[in-house]
């Protein structure tokens, strides 16, 4: 992991393509990937109107974003990202994390990636918490999350989002 720490970049999304990659993922992704992570694939809204909701937050200050996605390059190409939303700043964010390449999984990248993360959010927006409610039967974010330092507070039933459906979700905080 040491030598794959050097090729690994962290950067804040800057241009439209790079939401229309997101929108790839999940667009493109079959419908048992999906429903694995918690994804109810009949929520997912139309590309036109899904990108130009994450596009407004790119001439926002910080102080007014609803959303915010941080890049995940490995070795100059984008596997993934992590996103923030809601976000409250000065004050907490919920966090979503999506590796989306197969083949960087299982290999400590997003974990690291991850963590590289946690580290933007908390200092570009003055956080004083960090909240992630993955699905409970997706164990891939539950050990992340756990391997990054966070605290599982508990575990219940809800929607956590607009594209889920509804789910037991573990609720994990880190504070600073």
Same mark, same amino acid.
């Given at each position: 992991?040491?030598?794959?720490?050097?090729?690994?970049?962290?950067?804040?999304?800057?241009s439209?393509?790079?939401?229309?990659?997101?929108?790839?993922?999940?667009?493109?992704?079959? &419908?048992?990937?999906?429903?694995?992570?918690?994804?109810?694939?009949s929520?997912?809204?139309?590309?036109?109107?899904?990108? &130009?909701?994450l596009?407004?937050?790119?001439?926002?200050?910080?102080?007014?974003?609803?959303?915010?996605? =941080?890049?995940?390059?490995?070795e100059?190409?984008?596997?993934?990202?992590?996103?923030?939303?809601? =976000?409250?700043?000065?004050?907490?964010?919920?966090?979503?994390l999506? =590796?989306?390449?197969?083949?960087?999984?299982?290999?400590? =990248?997003?974990?690291?990636?991850?963590?590289?993360?946690?580290e933007?959010?908390?200092?570009?927006?003055?956080?004083?918490?960090?909240?992630?409610?993955?699905?409970?039967?997706?164990?891939?974010?539950?050990?992340?999350?756990?391997?990054?330092?966070?605290?599982?507070? &508990?575990?219940?039933?809800?929607?956590?989002?607009?594209?889920?459906?509804?789910?037991?979700?573990?609720?994990?905080?880190? &504070?600073?």
């Amino acid at each position: 992991m040491q030598k794959a720490s050097g090729r690994l970049q962290v950067t804040p999304f800057s241009s439209i393509a790079e939401y229309d990659a997101v929108l790839d993922y999940f667009l493109s992704a079959d &419908e048992s990937y999906l429903r694995a992570m918690g994804v109810e694939p009949s929520k997912l809204p139309q590309r036109a109107a899904w990108l &130009e909701r994450l596009v407004a937050d790119l001439a926002r200050p910080d102080e007014e974003k609803q959303t915010f996605y =941080l890049g995940w390059d490995y070795e100059g190409r984008r596997v993934g990202h992590s996103n923030m939303n809601p =976000l409250v700043y000065g004050d907490h964010g919920y966090v979503h994390l999506h =590796l989306w390449d197969a083949a960087a999984r299982r290999a400590g =990248l997003g974990t690291e990636f991850f963590r590289r993360s946690i580290e933007v959010f908390f200092r570009r927006f003055a956080l004083r918490r960090l909240y992630c409610e993955p699905y409970a039967e997706n164990p891939a974010p539950n050990r992340v999350l756990s391997k990054a330092g966070f605290r599982l507070e &508990e575990r219940y039933r809800t929607t956590p989002g607009f594209i889920a459906s509804e789910q037991d979700v573990n609720r994990y905080v880190m &504070e600073r």
